[in-house]
């Protein structure tokens, strides 16, 4: 079955980066699109960033646009989100989504 699972998250202060990886098995990875969304407490979980089959498009929501970089590897299985310059406004649980599927999700916190 279709597994998705996610790491690389953390306590990083303001300003500093942190690269999470999303690791996937149980379908044909390099066939499908992938996004990284986020969920702050109280709040609705929120796209932040999408990469085509090939890794040739991507798109990001404004909030993040020149700090994060979704990548991904298909040799691997495995999307990456790079995040720099953080804020503490970027603390909340990230999750990789592939097919349709979430994955468990990985905690970030921003903060001094």
């Known amino acids: 079955q279709v597994r998705l699972v996610e790491s690389g998250g953390g306590l990083v202060q303001p300003g500093g980066s942190l690269r999470l990886s999303c690791a996937a098995s149980?379908?044909?990875?390099?066939?499908?699109?992938m996004k990284w969304y986020r969920q702050a407490p109280g709040k609705e979980r929120e796209l932040v960033a999408s990469?085509?089959?090939?890794?040739?498009?991507?798109e990001y929501v404004d909030s993040v646009k020149g700090r994060f970089t979704i990548s991904r590897d298909n040799a691997k299985n495995t999307v990456y989100l790079e995040m720099n310059s953080l804020k503490p406004e970027d603390t909340a649980v990230y999750y990789c989504?592939?097919?349709?599927?979430w994955g468990q999700g990985t905690q970030v916190t921003v903060s001094s």
């Open positions: 989504n592939g097919l349709g599927n």
């Open positions: 149980g379908f044909t990875f390099s066939n499908y699109f």
């Open positions: 990469i085509s089959h090939t890794g040739g498009w991507t």
